[in-house]
Structure formats: C-alpha cells, structure tokens
C-alpha cells in the first residue's frame, strides 16, 4: 500500500467545518443548536449582482487563468483606492476563494511564516501541508490580540538568517491588526525584508468603515487577498483575489503558473457577475451590515461580560474571543479549551471552538464564537426605513443568538 506523506497523515477536515458537521449531526438528534461555531455571511448576495450572475448563466468558456480582464481591471481598481497603490489587472489574480490563493502564495515561496497567535484556522495547517517551518508571534488580551511591534521584532531578531512571511488577518478572526501601530509593524517587516501577505478578506465589515491596511506603509512589500466571500454573502460562489505589488510580481507569475495547471480558472458566470460587486455602490448594504454586525457584538460583549467570561473588543466581522478561565474551574470534565467547547456543545447545545485550533495554548479555557446564526436578509430588512437599529431588533433577526447566549450564561452561572 501506498503510504501517506508524514507531514499530512494527521491533517483533519478544517475545524469550522468539522464543528458545523457534528452541529448537524445533533439537530438530526433532535437538540436544539446554536451555531457560533462557522463563521459564514448570513447576509444575502446584493440582489444586482445576482441577477447579473443570471444573464450570465450562458458563459461556458474558460477564462484567462489570471480571470477576467474587466473584472481584474475593477479588482486593481479597487485596491489601488483602498490600499495606496498603484495596481494594474497585470497585478491580479482571481481564484477559487482567497483561501487557494493563499495557498498558492505559500507554496510559491521558499521561506518560513510567521503567524500572530491566534491566527485563521488554515493558515498553520497550509503551512502544514506544504512543510513550512511555523513561528508564532504572541499576543494577548491586553492588547485585543493584536500583535505588537515588540513581540514581532523578538521573533525577527531570532531568525536572521531565514526567509520570512508573515500572515496578518485584519480586523479579528480571530486576532487583528491595531489601526495604531501598523506602521511600527511595516518598518518592522521592511528592516527585516519580510514578505507580509495582508488577508483582507474582512476589511469591508471594518466596523469603523475606514480599514486600514498595512500596505499603506509597506506597500512594495504586502500581497493582499480579498474576495466576496464575507462582505458580499458569497462564500458559497467560491471567488477571491490576491493582489501583487509590482515589486513581487515575479511571485504572481509562478502562482499564475501554478494555477494554470491545477484549477485554471474560477467559473465563468460567476466571474461575470463579480464585476457589479466592484462597480455598483455598495455603500448602504455594508453600513447596514456593519451596523448589525456591531450591534450583535456589543450585545454579545455585554452580556458575557456580565457573567465574567472575558470578552475580545471586536472590531469588525463576526468573531470574539472568550477566555472563561475566570468562571469555569479545571476538572477532569473540563481540562482545556477542546473539552470545555465539547461540554458546552454536549450540554448547552452551543457550538463554537477551541482557542487551540487558532494557534491559543488548548490548556487555556479560550474558544471563538462566530456570531452570525441569524437571518441576514430579515435584519437589513427591518434596517430599511430608518438606517437605525430598531429597539427590538434582536429579538425580531436573531433569536437563536439571544437564547443561545442566554443559555450559555445560565450555564456558566450553574457551573
Ligand atoms: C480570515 C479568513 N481568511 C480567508 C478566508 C477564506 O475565504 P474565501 O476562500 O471564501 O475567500 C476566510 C474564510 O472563512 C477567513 O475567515
């Protein structure tokens, strides 16, 4: 029998999935389930972007592996306003979701990443699959995650002597950058010729609406990946880019290649009805978003809060960090952060997960919570008239949030 390369024989299903299927697996059951373990747009695709994706349900040829050329000229577009630089199509590549491409990016270069802890659930495991050497910069509460200049200059001046590319995922999922110290961070990069790849997949639902990327001080240095995905609702239509400075395009050529001789080219119609998410104005739909989104955060926040679980700020997204080791005590039940998310799952019904799977300590009783099992389209709907969040919103869009948080605080207080 043909053996199982040592560096993969022990990857798992990526845990946000593998957490949505044992959800699934208890409501076959019959338990009642609060999803706050995947983290997925609950609002629905802009209506004139779906309906381009419609007129364009006839386009059946592939496409320049790169994607296509107006879509690529909206997507440089775009970040050339967004990130402070000039981008061409020529620097862009549209893919199968930004997660391939980042992906692809790993495993075009020769180097070793550096990762804030925490960071997404897939870049370690990336990084995993492709042999990459993994060095974690440390972060915590007190600084809401962020990583700080002093603690990712320690783990530079340890690794002189290597290649290095650090991944940054702003704001939270479930750590983030501070609008603050970015540019501390890029002269960091820059002295030490770091290669920063800036996953921005997020920037959009910035709760301040005015993102900032650390490319505006590092440009010549920092890749972004961006996509529909979270912003737009469209997870499931699987299209994302990942934008080069002219700098690095040595490296967006070989991702090219690479691309060119494994997925060849993200589908057709979809590729057609992106163009209106880039030229159509947006702006409505995201500060409702937003608005919700915050909303949600602050709620949550405050009623955790209450019963002394330690809650992370969110600053844009639909993820928080909370560190319960002030209100649960270590016991053979509950020893670390995996059993403490099996026993709330098991007892509450309430999904989320461990620290560990973001690169936390598993010892500490830290999980994520994605906040976002709630009807999108009824909540921008009840935003409609008024731009205001309604007195009852919460209990009339997210009610499986509400009780959910409800029972997960009876739960701590028995406990
Ligand atoms: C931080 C982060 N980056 C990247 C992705 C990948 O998004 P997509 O592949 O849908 O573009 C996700 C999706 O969950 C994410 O949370």
Not at 46 to 60: D, G, Y
Not at 309 to 324: A, E, N, P, V
Request: net charge positive.
């Amino acid at each position: 029998m043909i053996k199982i390369k040592n560096n993969i024989v022990d990857i798992k299903a990526s845990a946000t999935l593998a957490i949505n299927e044992l959800s699934q697996q208890l409501e076959k059951n019959g338990q009642e389930v609060f999803k706050f373990g995947l983290g997925e747009s609950p609002f629905p695709v802009p209506n004139i972007i779906v309906e381009e994706l419609k007129k364009n349900a006839q386009q059946k040829n592939y496409i320049n592996v790169s994607g296509l050329i107006q879509l690529r000229n909206q997507v440089a577009k775009y970040h050339s306003i967004k990130n402070k630089n000039n981008y061409t199509a020529e620097n862009v590549i549209i893919g199968p979701g930004s997660k391939e491409l980042i992906f692809q990016t790993q495993l075009v270069l020769d180097c070793d990443v550096l990762l804030p802890s925490p960071s997404w659930v897939s870049y370690e495991p990336q990084a995993q699959i492709l042999s990459k050497k993994i060095h974690w910069i440390k972060t915590d509460a007190k600084s809401n995650w962020h990583i700080t200049p002093e603690e990712f200059d320690k783990v530079c001046q340890n690794l002189n002597q290597v290649e290095k590319l650090l991944i940054l995922n702003s704001p939270n999922n479930p750590s983030g950058t501070s609008h603050n110290n970015l540019e501390a961070l890029a002269t960091i990069a820059k002295k030490n010729n770091i290669i920063v790849l800036s996953d921005e997949i997020y920037a959009e639902l910035d709760f301040s609406g005015n993102y900032r990327s650390i490319s505006h001080y590092y440009p010549e240095g920092t890749i972004i990946s961006s996509g529909l995905s979270k912003w737009c609702g469209a997870g499931g239509w699987r299209i994302g880019s990942i934008t080069f400075p002219q700098e690095l395009n040595y490296i967006r050529k070989i991702v090219r290649n690479i691309a060119s001789e494994t997925y060849t080219s993200v589908s057709a119609p979809i590729q057609y009805a992106a163009i209106k998410a880039y030229t159509v104005d947006h702006t409505q739909y995201l500060i409702n978003s937003r608005k919700i989104l915050e909303n949600i955060a602050n709620y949550i926040y405050k009623e955790l809060t209450d019963v002394g679980i330690k809650c992370q700020k969110t600053q844009g997204g639909f993820y928080m960090l909370c560190d319960f080791s002030n209100v649960i005590k270590l016991s053979n039940e509950i020893s670390d952060g995996q059993s403490l998310c099996q026993k709330i799952l098991s007892q509450v019904g309430f999904a989320m997960l461990p620290g560990s799977v973001f690169g936390i300590q598993n010892e500490l009783l830290i999980s994520r919570i994605a906040f976002v099992d709630f009807d999108g389209r009824k909540a921008l709907d009840l935003m409609q008239n008024n731009n205001r969040i309604p007195e009852d919103f919460l209990q009339k869009a997210c009610p499986k949030i509400v009780k959910g948080i409800k029972k997960l605080k009876e739960w701590v207080k028995k406990n």
